[in-house]
């Protein structure tokens, strides 16, 4: 069964800086492109970026908001994504969600989600 | 960046009404349409892809139509469960595009 879990989330000042977790079960991320989205108070689902498959080098993607200041990494060996968020504002508040993608690059499958508040 | 616009915004129907939700997206993505659907404070859940193809272990009660710029959900026979909202999401291009979403309620 496919299982994904996100922690990490928490209260941050302006300006201060935050890493995601996101751990995989019941697939080899390797084999997966993965994506964070995010889902502030009050609005609608935006995707954050994406991080692609091994047989595609790994390469990344992101949304004009978190260009420059969001890093999406992982470490297949601990079948574990990251999102490193830096410089936050506090437009950045938000559920962070991750998710599998299928080849075709629709998410199929998603985390529970975990919690981002920044504020002073 | 592709804009992806619903309609409507918010939807008020009964257990049992045959409901639509209306996906435009600003510039032809062909088929590269999905349809998610999000209960408060869960994550959300995949519904449909390729536009009209039903996701393994979605109620056929779930429809998905159109290509191009216009696409729909369909929901044959509301039931309780369904109350929620929906979104549609675009992976044709990057970046990827979600609609602003359509909330489902009681009347």
């Known amino acids: 069964e496919v299982q994904l879990m996100e922690s990490g989330g928490g209260l941050v000042q302006p300006g201060g800086s935050l890493r995601l977790s996101c751990a995989a079960s019941?697939?080899?991320?390797?084999?997966?492109?993965m994506d964070w989205v995010r889902h502030a108070p009050g609005t609608g689902l935006e995707w954050v970026g994406r991080?692609?498959?091994?047989?595609?080098?790994?390469?990344?993607e992101y949304a004009a908001s978190a260009k420059g200041r969001f890093t999406i990494s992982r470490d297949d060996s601990k079948n574990s994504l990251f999102l490193q968020m830096n410089s936050l504002k506090t437009e950045d508040t938000a559920v962070y969600y991750c998710a599998r993608a299928d080849n075709s690059g629709f998410n199929n499958y998603w985390g529970q989600g975990t919690l981002v508040t920044v504020s002073s | 960046d592709i804009q992806m616009t619903q309609s409507p915004s918010t939807l008020s129907a009964s257990v049992g009404d045959r409901v639509t939700i209306t996906c435009r997206a600003s510039q032809s993505i062909s088929s590269w349409l999905a349809w998610h659907q999000q209960k408060p404070g869960k994550a959300p859940k995949l519904l449909i892809y390729k536009a009209s193809s039903l996701q393994s272990g979605v109620p056929s009660r779930f429809s998905g139509s159109g290509s191009g710029t216009e696409f729909t959900l369909t929901i044959s026979s509301l039931q309780p469960d369904d109350f929620a909202a929906y979104y549609c999401q675009q992976y044709d291009s990057y970046p990827l595009t979600f609609g602003q979403g359509t909330r489902l309620e009681i009347k």
């Open positions: 991080s692609r498959d091994k047989g595609n080098s790994y390469s990344t």
């Open positions: 019941g697939f080899t991320l390797s084999d997966h492109k």
